[in-house]
Every structure is written in structure tokens, then in C-alpha cells.
């Protein structure tokens, strides 16, 4: 079975600056998808981000990148120039290309931003 | 553009009660999901639909049964509400084209069973 651990409960950083937020995963597929969602407040969960497990290049969505270590089973995200919304609980995870249509999060990690 | 449309957004159950979550989606997606968001752990999925009229089991299906008659719409019910059950569920629905699309979720109702 899959597991998604995110090692930080809960992170803070000054706006403006970079932060990084950590995600292994565990698995024996060679072909998956990740992703990155944010829970703001406002409870909503927004996809961030997503890389597919074929492709060598990270994937970036403007001030959002990901550093994608496949053969240490890595996928962690960065957030360059931190704004005040970006405040929120942010969620790593995983679903095999095959099988059932399991999308496995891991436990989160609350990210504050403080102005 | 509505996307997931969960009702309700809050709910207070006795015990042994009995209650339907409906979820609606505008999007057109075939495959529909409904998860349970537990304090300090992540989504985990209850039942899924790839299609209507089909249903499927996920991680932690026991004391839920779904439904799915319409496309459009994906019930969670709850035959006989337990406090384990406490909870706030999340519906959400894709598109069916890769596994590379994105879940697009609902704002989630918080349901509490006394």
C-alpha cells in the first residue's frame, strides 16, 4: 500500500521569504501522479501543483515549484516570495497510474505566513 | 461556474440517526469521490463512482453507503450515525480523461454526531 509523509506538522516564515514544505511518499509503482493541494480557512482544498512520475522536469505554477526526487521518493514544494494568502494547511498526494482510485494524502502540514 | 456543491454545510446528528449528503457537480466529470478529513490526518476516501450508476469501495466504507443515479450528483448516506462518524466530508469529482487530473473538491460539510 502507498503512504504520503509530511514531516512538518506546521511551519512559519516571514512574507516575502521562501520556504519549503517536505513529502515522501512510499511505493512500489513506477508509473504515479503527485500533487500539492491547499486548505485555506475557508476549508476549500485548491490544487497547487502536480507532477507526473514520468517526467524528469520539476514542475512550476508561477511563485510554486517542487523539487521531484524519484528515486528518493521526494516531492517537496517550495514557495518563493511568500505572500499573506498563502496562509493555509497544504497536503501532499499520491495515485497510482493503475488500480483502484485511491488519491493517498498525507497529514498535512499548517504553513503561517507572518507579515 | 458552480464546480462541487456539497448540502449541507453543517449538521448536528443523534446517535443511530439517519441522514443523506448530497453532492453536485456542473463540470461534466464522470468519476465523483467522497472523503473524511479527521483531525491531524489527511483525506481519506470512503466510496468512489467512475460512472453513473456505478459505486466502489475506498479506504474506509463502513457505516456509508453512496449512491449515484445521475451523473451529476453523488449521495453519502449515513444509515445509523455513530460519533466515530464525526467528521467533515469532502466530495469531489475529475474528469476521467489520466489520473494527472486534478480532484476538484467541494467546501466540505461538518457533520457532528452526539
Known amino acids: 500500500a502507498q503512504t504520503v509523509t509530511q514531516s512538518q506538522p506546521e511551519m512559519s516564515v516571514q512574507e516575502a521569504e521562501t520556504v519549503t514544505l517536505s513529502c515522501t511518499y512510499d511505493?512500489?509503482?513506477?508509473?504515479?501522479?503527485l500533487f500539492w493541494y491547499k486548505q485555506p480557512p475557508s476549508r476549500q482544498m485548491i490544487l497547487v501543483i502536480r507532477?507526473?512520475?514520468?517526467?524528469?522536469q520539476n514542475a512550476t505554477e508561477n511563485r510554486f515549484s517542487v523539487n521531484f526526487q524519484k528515486a528518493a521518493k521526494s516531492f517537496s514544494l517550495k514557495i518563493s516570495d511568500s505572500q499573506l494568502g498563502d496562509t493555509a494547511m497544504y497536503f501532499c498526494?499520491?495515485?497510482?497510474?493503475?488500480?483502484?482510485?485511491?488519491?493517498?494524502f498525507g497529514t498535512g502540514t499548517r504553513l503561517t505566513i507572518i507579515p | 461556474n458552480a464546480g462541487v456543491t456539497q448540502t449541507p454545510k453543517f449538521r448536528v446528528l443523534k446517535t443511530g440517526q439517519s441522514m443523506t449528503l448530497l453532492c453536485a457537480q456542473d463540470?461534466?466529470?464522470?468519476?465523483m469521490y467522497w472523503y473524511r478529513q479527521d483531525p491531524g490526518m489527511g483525506l481519506r476516501l470512503i466510496h468512489y463512482?467512475?460512472?453513473?450508476?456505478?459505486?466502489a469501495k475506498g479506504e474506509v466504507p463502513d457505516g456509508y453507503n453512496v449512491s449515484r443515479l445521475k451523473k451529476q450528483n453523488f449521495l453519502l448516506g449515513l444509515e445509523s450515525a455513530a460519533p466515530s462518524q464525526t467528521s467533515v466530508y469532502f466530495c469531489?469529482?475529475?474528469?476521467?480523461?489520466?489520473?494527472?487530473?486534478?480532484?476538484?473538491f467541494g467546501d466540505g460539510t461538518r457533520l457532528s454526531i452526539l
Open positions: 511505493t512500489s509503482e513506477n508509473n504515479y501522479y
Open positions: 498526494a499520491f495515485i497510482s497510474n493503475f488500480g483502484n482510485e485511491k488519491l493517498t
Open positions: 463512482s467512475v460512472g453513473e450508476g456505478t459505486t
Open positions: 463540470m461534466n466529470h464522470e468519476y
Open positions: 469531489a469529482s475529475r474528469s476521467p480523461n489520466s489520473r494527472n487530473q486534478p480532484q476538484h
Open positions: 507532477q507526473e512520475a514520468y517526467k524528469q
